[in-house]
């Protein structure tokens, strides 16, 4: 497995690593990949962006595997059109020239020179932490404005479509359609054979994708083949409201979902817009084992619990924009204000990463229409960019400090199904289990304990997270209904954690090592972890002592063997004096509280970073060149985009710093 990987600890991008493009500003800086619309595992649509830049009508949008995902923008200026999104092959259209990118947490906004006028195209992927409905929408916002850049009016029309290369990698799969109109005009596609709970190349092979805008003047809708849907607006300005009822293949004639909205005259001080969204949906959403190892619950979005129709969650999406971009601003400046406490390029990591730390996300609920159980709230997260595993232990542990900051409960949907499915006792082995199943949406654990083998790992990932929740809420509930699986995984850290058989860890493309001092302390602050939980909310003084004692006992041990025999860093396993590691696991000490690390250790590993940082950053390890975007972050990276991203590390935060924003 080759795991997600994250962005912000230990790393910090420079824009000497990333060069912005000559021919228009990149602002903080231009990533290999803006978010588009990055909402679900199943609604990634990214703009590729090697090198110096590529223009946002350069190229098609993609997939977070890079899979094509036809979406095309025109705007008709004066009767002159011109292209601002994707890289379409019809004629008679004026290539708008970029002249600025730019990306925030929530948002990637692109303004670009359409002759007299300038377009701003904004991509918003609400982050609606505290609204558990909000948040469970599959949807993303694409809103174009136009202005007058010459102090003249000037009559402007704005079109966008999607095709479709939505639903499926296989161009030759047979798909339909639909065009409802109400107080919205949607166009839904979907496969024409529907397999629940399947995918192919990480394509869901189920639901449908919407395509929508407002039912107001000035817009009209055209499905068709996508040379004859685009010709049509260059040509006339508008669209024919007609429909294709065709059915066909995705690449027979390219089936087009075209929308397109006349913004009357539009001048300098009085910008106009149109809003348009995309969405996948489908239900059920995740199939999650039962307790008796037979059975398997179809789990829905939280949304359902207050809209009837898909229809009237898009009408409701739609009329919400102005509210939802306010909010996705407040949202901005507030992550960029607590970021650039630490650093403003740390600031600029963060906004890049938080669409992708919910973007492989999905919040659900159990029941049915009617009957919807929302005491019943269950989060999923799509380890992607490996094998797809569902609720990966270590991918959620990066994910976890942006989830503790955004909202503390969505850290407990996303422990929950873990916690449950163990409670069980269908799960065989005695540590913490590695993922709730091998391939998203399925989540039906590992009754053969045959997951991936992590123990140190996952059992410390547990605690340490168990603790956090509990410090941060004050709701004891989680650690003392699950008191025996706690227990039980601390156990195993006492017996396994301070000489470590050879084993997997988080890095585990690397492959296995035995006595790995990373490992070891991820382990050992488990345990450290463990006394408190003990002590402090469970009334069990003596196993809090006990583990208390022990962790005290291992660290001492542990330094003796993992700090190289000339004092100056930490090695990768014990005693190999020429290896070194980048100690991610010393953060959660800080992250916790715990002030159980000696500082000399953090002193010590913070001035031997300094002195070894190649240019991308200090190596994950001896072993290798490459070093990650980090693994216990503010937020995380859950989508494959950034994999390959590596940065440089931030050489002036010492590594009391890094959880800075984590910390209570």
Known sequence: MVPTWILALYVILTLLAYPVASDWTSTPFNPPSYPLAVRTPYLSAWLPSPGGGVALNQVWPEFWTGATLGWAGFAKVNGVTYSFLGESSVENFTRATQVSAKFTSTRSIFVLTAGPVDLTVTFLSPIEPKDLVKQSLPFSYLAVSAASNDGSSHNVSVYTDITGEWLSTDHTAAINWTTTIGDAITHQSRLKTQKEYTESKNRILQGSVYYSTR???????????????????????????????????????????ALARSLGKVTKDAPKYAVFSVGHVRDPVIKYIQNNGVTFEGRSYYFWSTYKTTFGAITAFLLDYSAALSRAKSLDNKLRTAAESISSAYADIVALSMRQTLGATELTISGSPGAWNTDDVLMFIKEISSDGNINTVDIIMPTWPALMYLNPKLGEYMLLPLLQYQATNQYPNTWAVHDLGAHYPIANGHDQGLDEKMPIEECGNMINMMLDYTQRTHDTSLVKKYSVRLNQWAKYLVANTLYPVKQLSTVDFDGPLPNQTN??????????????????????????????????????????????????????EYGKQSSDVLAFNLAMDKLLGLNFIPDSVNSMQSAYYKKQLAKYGFPLDSRSTYTSAGILSYCSLSTRKLNNFFLPRMDDVDSNDYFRLGQR
């Open 215 to 257: 039912n107001v003047d000035g817009v009209t809708y055209q499905t068709g083949q996508s040379t004859t849907v685009r010709s049509h607006f260059i040509n006339n300005g508008k669209l024919a409201n007609t429909r294709d009822t065709n059915y066909r293949a995705i690449n027979n004639d390219w089936p087009t979902f």
């Open 519 to 572: 490992l070891a302390i991820k382990g050992i602050i488990g345990l450290q972890a463990m006394s408190v939980i003990s002590k402090k909310y469970l009334d069990d003084t003596e196993s809090g002592n006990s583990y208390s004692k022990t962790a005290a006992s291992y660290l001492k041990t542990w330094q003796t063997h993992a700090i190289s025999s000339d004092g100056t860093h930490l090695t990768l």
